[in-house]
């Protein structure tokens, strides 16, 4: 299996709404919006939005009802600065703002915010790590090619 993720899949309980806070935060969407699934592009990934429901069929599971998700997706960035724009960004847009950007333990800062599904998003800025000019991301600043 190669390292890389394809495609992130969130569950959420409203489509239309989801898809619109993606919408207000500037993103475009690569699919025509359907009943089912909406995707948007990501730089060498794809993020979809499906209904919680359908999904928890698709995958044979339950999703119990938790206030948060088990797990974050991060945004980085490149300056500290950015990180509070960004999370001033998340929240006109009309999700939840539930860390504000600070330094953390590690050296960096970030903070996060919540979708309206209660999906976290880290936004950072990492020192120690570089944004290549496409976008891409490499822990550490190193390429692992």
């Known amino acids: 299996?190669?390292?890389?993720?394809s495609l992130i899949t969130l569950g959420v309980r409203d489509l239309a709404a989801s898809c619109q806070f993606?919408?207000?935060?500037?993103w475009q969407m690569a699919s025509n919006p359907s009943d089912d699934i909406v995707a948007f592009n990501l730089?060498?990934?794809?993020?979809?939005?499906?209904?919680?429901?359908?999904?928890?069929?698709?995958?044979?599971?339950e999703f119990a009802d938790g206030q948060?998700?088990?797990f974050t997706l991060a945004h980085n960035v490149n300056s500290a600065d950015e990180v509070d724009t960004i999370?001033?960004?998340?929240?006109q847009a009309g999700g939840k703002l539930i860390k504000p950007g600070q330094t953390v333990f590690w050296g960096g800062y970030s903070?996060?915010?919540a979708d309206p599904d209660?999906?976290?998003?880290?936004?950072?800025?990492?020192?120690?790590?570089?944004?290549?000019?496409?976008g891409e991301f490499r822990w550490g600043g190193h390429d692992q090619t």
């Open 1 to 5: 299996m190669e390292q890389r993720a």
């Open 22 to 26: 993606y919408q207000n935060l500037g």
């Open 43 to 61: 730089q060498g990934s794809a993020l979809a939005l499906y209904g919680r429901q359908e999904l928890a069929k698709d995958a044979h599971v």
């Open 68 to 70: 948060y998700s088990p």
């Open 87 to 91: 999370l001033a960004q998340a929240q």
């Open 111 to 113: 903070g996060y915010f």
């Open 118 to 134: 209660s999906f976290l998003w880290e936004v950072a800025h990492n020192p120690f790590s570089v944004l290549s000019p496409n």
